[in-house]
T-cell receptor, first 111, second 113 residues
Framework: QKEVEQNSGPLSVPEGAIASLNCTYSDRGSQSFFWYRQYSGKSPELIMF????GDKEDGRFTAQLNKASQYVSLLIRDSQPSDSATYLC???????????FGQGTRLTINP | DAGITQSPRHKVTETGTPVTLRCHQTENHRYMYWYRQDPGHGLRLIHY???????DKGEVSDGYSVSRSKTEDFLLTLESATSSQTSVYFC????????????FGPGTRLTVL
């Protein structure tokens, strides 16, 4: 099993709806998780960081972590066409010296 | 802006030639990383550095070497480029903070013919 798995999509969501992106991980000892957004032809940029069970909200973005199920998700409320991008989940390993990335989920918001 | 630049931004080369990519940071961070990104594979770690002259391999290090003689520069060398090394290469730094977040440079698109 890969350390971090994401559904590569593409995921298509109508404008104004909630987009839900999911990530599962294999190491039960993982303590923190990152969500990056990557626009086509650009570099990944950090949008959310979560390290405790439950929800973390930042504007229209909510990260949800369930350590028992080894599952982390990203919800985007009131989706906008500008949210169309690939979203990458990442988990630190080896004392946070390295990050392991999922394959990324390509999200398209349809006007 | 994490103060990371990469050079060159685009390069086309031929099989068998040596290629060196440069990553430069302005913020003096200890950790620097080289990734490659390919369709269907996501971001994969090639090598990373945890200080001047201190480097270690990532999951796809074969065919690549690195050097770090100064804190601000991390070089990635393809000794003899192959077509399988055609990719987009990203450098990243890790900010020393409670979150240990990595920030990425703009990337280098390398094509090996």
């Amino acid at each position: 099993q890969k350390e971090v798995e994401q559904n590569s999509g593409p995921l298509s969501v109508p404008e104004g709806a909630i987009a839900s992106l999911n990530c599962t991980y294999s190491d039960r000892g993982s303590q923190s998780f990152f969500w990056y957004r990557q626009y086509s032809g650009k570099s990944p940029e950090l949008i959310m960081f979560i390290y405790s069970n439950g929800d973390k909200e930042d504007g229209r973005f909510t990260a949800q972590l369930n350590k028992a199920s080894q599952y982390v998700s990203l919800l985007i409320r009131d989706s906008q066409p500008s949210d169309s991008a690939t979203y990458l989940c990442a988990v630190p390993i080896q004392g946070a010296q390295k990050l392991v990335f999922g394959q990324g989920t390509r999200l398209t918001i349809n006007p | 802006d994490a103060g990371i630049t990469q050079s060159p931004r685009h390069k086309v080369t031929e099989t068998g030639t040596p290629v060196t990519l440069r990553c430069h940071q302005t913020e003096n961070h200890r950790y620097m990383y080289w990734y490659r990104q390919d369709p269907g594979h996501g971001l994969r770690l090639i090598h990373y550095s945890y200080g001047v002259k201190d480097t270690d391999k990532g999951e796809v290090s074969d065919g690549y070497s690195v050097s770090r003689s100064k804190t601000e520069d991390f070089l990635l060398t393809l000794e003899s480029a192959t077509s399988s090394q055609t990719s987009v290469y990203f450098c990243a730094i890790r900010r020393d903070s409670s979150t240990d977040t990595q920030y990425f440079g703009p990337g280098t698109r390398l094509t090996v013919l």
